[in-house]
């Protein structure tokens, strides 16, 4: 119960307009700063978001069931019953509905490219502060850190 107790808590301090962590601090020390339950929060909304790309639908199959990769599944379902979102993730202002299937294709690439390139920069430094001089190239950039990044999990 204490551990209830202690969530309501934080929650109580975020809704009393409490400042967010400091800036000067490091990422990693800004998640650190965090509460937990703004921790949960982040991870439950990706893990809402993971699962519900791997629903498959009669108008979405599933990528391994010969689906299209990156197709992701329209949010229909709850503008029709929770909330009038009419936004979808793919192409939420349909910028891309008139472009070919080839700008689509090299898009798809470009983007997955970019994703790739992000979490190799994101655990590029997060080695780096964690580890001195594990990553020669953020020598002069690092920010040392002694915590647990990993500590949530």
Known sequence: ???LS????YILLALAGDNFP??????????DALPDVSKFQIIGAIGFLEI??????DENTHYMAGGKPGDYPSFDIFSKTIHPVPLNLYDPFGFSKN???ADKAEGLVAEINNGRLAMIGIFGFLA???IEGSVPLLSGIAIPYSG???APF
Not at 6 to 9: P, R, S, Y
Not at 52 to 57: D, G, I, K, R
């Open 1 to 3: 119960m204490d551990f």
């Open 6 to 9: 202690k969530q309501f808590e």
């Open 22 to 31: 400091s800036t000067d601090l490091s990422p990693e020390q800004q998640w």
């Open 52 to 57: 519900w790309s791997e629903l498959a639908t």
């Open 99 to 101: 472009r070919s299937e």
């Open 128 to 130: 780096a502060d964690k």
């Open 148 to 150: 647990e990044p990993m």
